[in-house]
């Protein structure tokens, strides 16, 4: 019976050292069955095949070895949506929402969106989906990023530019009334070697030199050089609580008559900065 079955693998996941919690093997079941978690929940009884059963053990195997749960049933839910993921983008996590957040707060039709290093897409999909920009670009160096993006925009059913391009080297000029969101690589080699939960997700999406600010400095000097004097342009960054100070000197030393905001994230850590130009 599915009952016995699954108190089998609850036992086993708790030898973990890194164990898979009840959420995950529930995901991970509701995934191999094809049922959603709420199924899998109210039908404890459920039996399911010997093949499944091999599958699941496979999956929980891999979820041992530090893949995680979005990955391997290649599915996420960010700001109320399922997006689809793999292993060529970071998997959304709940504190960029507050970014979103953020920019629904200011965003209006006469402004123009560009998410820079868009990964799955969940950014400028979340924020299309539920406002309405005048347009919106979507924006990464991977192209099998984009091609994950693009699926999403497609099952959600927003309309989205998608460029190849490292940063804004793909713009001549920018729009007037511009938002600009960037979640980029904002971690040092060493915080990446010391996150054991980040092991199997890309590197080019995490991973940054100057302490992780690298490519912040170089897009906010991109911004200097492509702006008009008469342009009005928000962005927002999402970054290591710990780099606040540093980030802002560099963004006083580029722009010193610029704006600079701080918001925290759900642990009650700053994570999101906004500078209005």
């Known amino acids: 019976m599915f009952y016995k079955f699954k108190m089998e693998v609850f036992t086993t996941i708790k030898k973990y050292k890194n164990s898979t919690n009840k959420l995950d093997a529930e995901l991970l079941l509701s995934f191999i069955l094809g049922k959603s978690r709420e199924f899998i929940v109210s039908n404890p009884k459920q039996k399911i095949s010997v093949l499944q059963k091999i599958k699941f053990l496979c999956l929980v195997k891999k979820r041992k070895a530090g893949w995680s749960t979005a990955v391997l049933t290649k599915h996420k839910e960010f700001f109320g949506l399922d997006f689809k993921v793999n ?36 950014i400028p999909i979340s924020i299309a989906k539920n406002s309405k920009p005048k347009n919106v670009f979507a924006v990464d160096v991977s192209k099998k990023a984009l091609k994950i993006a693009k699926e999403n925009a497609n099952t959600h059913n927003v309309k989205i530019n998608f460029i190849h391009s490292n940063l804004l080297s793909h713009f001549s000029k920018l729009p007037n009334n511009l938002i600009i969101t960037a979640n980029l690589p904002y971690l040092t080699k060493k915080q990446f070697k010391e996150e054991k939960s980040i092991q199997k997700e890309p590197k080019l999406a995490l991973i940054a030199e100057e302490n992780g600010l690298a490519l912040y400095r170089e897009l906010l ?11 009005k342009i928000n962005l927002f960054f999402e970054i290591n609580p710990e780099q606040k100070t540093e980030l802002s000197k560099i963004i006083k030393t580029i722009f010193s008559n610029s704006k600079f905001y701080l918001y925290k994230d759900l642990s009650n850590q700053i994570r999101i900065t906004k500078v209005s130009l």
């Not at 996590?93 to 820079?116: A, C, H, N, Q």
């Not at 000097?221 to 342009?231: A, F, G, H, M, R």
Request: proline residues 6%; contains cysteine.
């Open 221 to 231: 000097e991109q911004v200097k050089n492509k702006k008009s004097s008469s342009q």
């Open 87 to 122: 292993k060529n983008v970071l998997i959304p996590r709940p504190d960029t929402e507050i970014m979103v957040e953020k920019v629904l707060d200011i965003i209006t039709p006469k402004i123009t969106l560009i998410d820079i290093g868009t990964g799955s897409g969940c």
